[in-house]
């Protein structure tokens, strides 16, 4: 079974980054994605959800940031 929900942590947009998001949503599609940056711009917000990323949270977050995109993710997602 595929998981509920991805998150991947990163310092920022870099193309391990994009490797490892396009690696992830090429063997789970119907997974959420949340990637975790470092105080990401908003070009490499939008260049993450072209990729299919549900969420980006800005390290540092308080956890409760981190659990709301966890939710919205899965409330969004249609396998869930």
């Known amino acids: 079974d595929p998981p509920d929900a991805i998150c991947a942590d990163g310092l920022s947009l870099t193309p391990n980054l994009v490797e490892k998001v396009t690696d992830l949503k090429e063997r789970f599609p119907a997974s959420p994605l949340i990637v975790v940056l470092n105080f990401p711009r908003h070009d490499e917000v939008e260049e993450l959800r072209r990729m299919g ?28």
């Open 53 to 80: 990323v549900s969420e980006v949270v800005s390290k540092p977050f308080e956890h409760v940031d981190l659990q709301l995109a966890v939710s919205k993710a899965l409330l969004e997602s249609t396998e869930f």
